[in-house]
C-alpha cells in the first residue's frame, strides 16, 4: 500500500493556519512538505496554548514536514528557494495579496523558474475583486461572509462559530484544488495558479440559507433549531445534553408516536415546534443521556450526546478511528494530535513524524535534493541566509 501523493514534493511558504493546514493534508495524502520558513522559525511556533515551549496548534499543523529556514530576502536566500521550487510540484502560500510581488515571489516570477509549478495562493478575498488588498483573519471572515450573522440564538448578537470555520474550510479546499490540478498536470503537463478565497468557501459553507434571500424576513438566527424544520434542538437529560434533529418524514412520524402527539406534516412541522420541543424538554428530562439517546434511535430518530472536548478525547471511538494519534516531538515530549481524517483501504492516511524543530531538515533537504556540500551548507549558515538546527 502506498499513499496517493507519494512522489509529490511540495514547498510551503505559509504561516499561521490555512497554508500550512492544507500542506498538512497533502502530507497525510502522502506528499512529501519542505517547509521554508524564516530563520527564527514561523510565528505560530510560539502561539498560545504550548506544549512545552511550541504551540498545540503548531504541531497540529505541521505534522510529516521538514522545516529548511531561509532568509527569502537576501539574493542567496532567493537563490536556494529557487533551486527547490525547480524540483517541486506545487507551492502554497497564504499571504495577504500583493506580499509575495512586493518579495519578488509572484506566481509569474516562480512560473519562470517552474513553468509546471502548481502553485496555490490562499487569502482572505483572493486575488480578484475589489477587496483583494483587505487582510483578514478568521473571525473577520466569519463577519463579512455572513456565517457569523446566521450563527446564535434570534434575540442575541451576531457569534462567531467556536472553531476557526474559514481557516480550516479555505485549507481544505485549497487541498482539494491542488489534488485536482495535478490531475490535470498528468494529463496535459501543464502547472497553473490556484486562487482560493477564504470568503468564497464561507460562502459556499452557508449554501442552504440562500435560499432564503427572496423571503419577507430573509435569513435569521435560529440557534440550535433549523430554520425549516422542527424538532432540532438540544434537552436537558438528568445527566446531560442531548442532541435531536428530525430530518425526514418517516423520522417525525416515529417522534410523534414516542410522544403521544397527533400526526404532523413535515412541511408544517416548524408550527408545532413549541409543542413538540416542550414535550421533549418533558420526555428527556426524566431519563439519563443514555436512555433518551437508546429510545430516541431505537424509534430511528436521530440523537446524540452533546459532549465536550474532553469527553471526545476520551471516548474510544476517538482512538479506534485515530482521529487522535500520539507522537514523540525532542523537544515537547508526547504530544497528543489529530491523526489523518482520510480513510481508504488501499491508501491508508500518513501520520508520521511530529512538527519539525527550526532548521532540523536543512542539511538533510539541501544535500539531497540540491546535492550541497557541507562546505557549502556550513558558508551559507555563517552568512545566515539559512538556519540549521544545532540538534
Not at 24 to 48: C, D, H, Q
Not at 127 to 154: E, N, S, Y
Not at 193 to 200: A, F, G, K
Not at 223 to 235: D, E, L, M, T
Request: hydrophobic share 40%; glycine share 8%; charged share 20%.
Amino acid at each position: 500500500m502506498s499513499a496517493p501523493l507519494t512522489g509529490v514534493r511540495v514547498v510551503e511558504l505559509g504561516a499561521y493556519t490555512t497554508g500550512p493546514l492544507c500542506a498538512r493534508y497533502l502530507s497525510n495524502l502522502g506528499a512529501e512538505i519542505i517547509k521554508v520558513e524564516p530563520l527564527k522559525g514561523e510565528s505560530m511556533r510560539t502561539f498560545a496554548y504550548k506544549i512545552g515551549d511550541v504551540s498545540y496548534i503548531f504541531h497540529v499543523h505541521n505534522v510529516n514536514k521538514r522545516s529548511v529556514p531561509i532568509d527569502t530576502n537576501t539574493k542567496d536566500g532567493k537563490a536556494v528557494l529557487f533551486e527547490l521550487l525547480k524540483t517541486a510540484d506545487v507551492m502554497i502560500e497564504n499571504f495577504a495579496y500583493g506580499s509575495m510581488l512586493k518579495w519578488g515571489l509572484d506566481y509569474e516570477t516562480v512560473r519562470g523558474v517552474n513553468p509546471g509549478l502548481i502553485y496555490c495562493s490562499l487569502s482572505g478575498f483572493g486575488h480578484t475583486g475589489p477587496d483583494r488588498h483587505l487582510r483578514a483573519f478568521d473571525t473577520v471572515i466569519q463577519g463579512m461572509a455572513g456565517v457569523m450573522a446566521m450563527t446564535g440564538t434570534a434575540d442575541g448578537p451576531p457569534t462567531k462559530i467556536g472553531i476557526s470555520a474559514a481557516d480550516n474550510m479555505g485549507s481544505a479546499a485549497g487541498a482539494m484544488a491542488i489534488t485536482a490540478a495535478l490531475h490535470h498536470k498528468r494529463r496535459t503537463g501543464r502547472g497553473q495558479h490556484i486562487n482560493i478565497s477564504m470568503h468564497d468557501i464561507m460562502g459556499w459553507l452557508s449554501s442552504e440559507r440562500w435560499a432564503l434571500l427572496d423571503t419577507e424576513a430573509g435569513p435569521q438566527r435560529t440557534g440550535n433549531r433549523h430554520a425549516a424544520i422542527a424538532p432540532q434542538n438540544i434537552f436537558q437529560s438528568e445527566d446531560g445534553l442531548v442532541a435531536v434533529a428530525v430530518e425526514t418524514q418517516k423520522q417525525l412520524d416515529a417522534l410523534c408516536t414516542l410522544l403521544g402527539h397527533e400526526p404532523v406534516d413535515l412541511t408544517e412541522s416548524k408550527a408545532h415546534e413549541a409543542v413538540l420541543e416542550a414535550r421533549l424538554v418533558e420526555w428527556v428530562s426524566s431519563r439519563t443521556t443514555d436512555e433518551s439517546i437508546a429510545v430516541l434511535l431505537a424509534h430511528s430518530v436521530p440523537a446524540g450526546q452533546v459532549q465536550g472536548i474532553d469527553d471526545v478525547a476520551e471516548n474510544p471511538f476517538t482512538w479506534e478511528r485515530d482521529i487522535l494519534v500520539t507522537l514523540q516531538h525532542p523537544e515537547s515530549g508526547p504530544v497528543k494530535l489529530l491523526g489523518s481524517p482520510f480513510k481508504s483501504s488501499r491508501s491508508p492516511g500518513v501520520v508520521d513524524t511530529p512538527a519539525p524543530t527550526v532548521g532540523q531538515h536543512t542539511k538533510q533537504v539541501l544535500s539531497e535534493i540540491l546535492g550541497y556540500s557541507d562546505a557549502r551548507i556550513d558558508e551559507l549558515t555563517e552568512k545566515q541566509v539559512i538556519a540549521v538546527s544545532p540538534s
